[in-house]
């Protein structure tokens, strides 16, 4: 692995992101201006076993900002640049096209985090959210892990959908992802069919793992109305998720790549 490469190409993606800032603030905005709707006014009541609703809530929509950073910035975006002949043009360069992947993760991973200070921010600053270190290192570190654990799932999105189709595709995924997992309700609101799928989706686990950082077993079960067991199960689900979202990402890769020789 050329180090200097990924560096470069890092960079380039920073500075991307740099020079449309609003880009930045549309990704970062839409969660935290959803917990300014919803987490604000629900913070300060507490679970069973003392956790903030509005602690939950930062992990809920952190959550829900991570997996829509897979669909549009790893799905759409890469599309559209598939589209638009980019990548054509960057397999024309000495850069291994590992690095112009794994630079759209480190850029993700640097979003996330964003969006996690800010969501907390405003929980601290509009709610007076208790914060404690531990509980959102752990949180963070489980958003982190989805981030590279759904990165496969977008471009697998990018590689099997058509350009001015995927984001189309993307919506129509990410809404009822969203929904199913419990990021935006608890699932005891949801109807039961809604109930039995969830636990076969991977983002209801990631969830899972989330609210885990935040809050013990009993509280989380009282938060999303579902049963809980400890982070094993659902880190396999998310390695699973990476595996195999990521053979089908590579084998969508090497068909576009084969195209074009053609």
């Given at each position: 692995m050329n180090a200097a490469q990924l560096?470069?190409?890092?960079?380039?993606?920073?500075?991307?992101?740099v020079r449309v800032p609003e880009y930045v603030i549309g990704v970062a905005g839409v969660p935290v201006i959803l917990y300014a709707m919803f987490g604000l006014s629900?913070?300060?009541?507490?679970?069973?076993?003392?956790?903030?609703?509005?602690?939950?809530?930062?992990?809920?929509?952190?959550?829900?900002?991570?997996?829509?950073?897979?669909?549009?910035?790893?799905?759409?975006?890469?599309?559209?640049?598939?589209?638009?002949?980019?990548?054509?043009r960057l397999r024309c360069t000495p850069m291994p096209m590992w690095a112009y992947f794994a630079a759209k993760?480190?850029?993700?991973l640097v979003l996330a985090?964003?969006?996690?200070?800010?969501?907390?921010?405003?929980a601290i600053a509009g709610a007076k959210v208790p914060f404690d270190a531990a509980r959102a290192a752990r949180t963070l570190a489980a958003l982190l892990i989805g981030v590279v654990a759904f990165a496969p799932m977008g471009f697998a999105l990018a590689f099997w959908a058509r350009p001015k189709a995927a984001a189309a595709i993307g919506n129509l995924l990410f809404l009822p992802l969203s929904f199913v997992s419990g990021f935006f309700t608890s699932l005891s609101s949801l109807p039961q069919f809604l109930r039995d799928a969830a636990p076969w989706l991977p983002t209801y686990h990631f969830g899972l793992l989330?609210?885990?950082?935040?809050?013990?077993?009993?509280?989380?079960?009282?938060?999303n109305g579902m049963q809980t067991a400890g982070p094993g199960p659902q880190l396999a689900w998310l390695a699973a998720t990476f595996v195999a979202f990521g053979a089908l990402a590579a084998w969508g890769y090497a068909r576009d790549a084969q195209r074009e020789r053609d």
């Open positions: 560096r470069a190409q890092v960079a380039a993606e920073l500075r991307q992101m629900n913070a300060g009541t507490l679970l069973p076993g003392g956790t903030d609703v509005g602690a939950m809530l930062v992990a809920s929509f952190s959550a829900y900002a991570v997996v829509s950073l897979a669909i549009f910035t790893y799905g759409v975006d890469v599309a559209g640049e598939r589209g638009r002949g980019w990548l054509r993760i480190v850029s993700a985090v964003l969006v996690y200070a800010l969501v907390w921010a405003l989330v609210w885990g950082g935040v809050a013990p077993a009993d509280d989380v079960r009282h938060f």
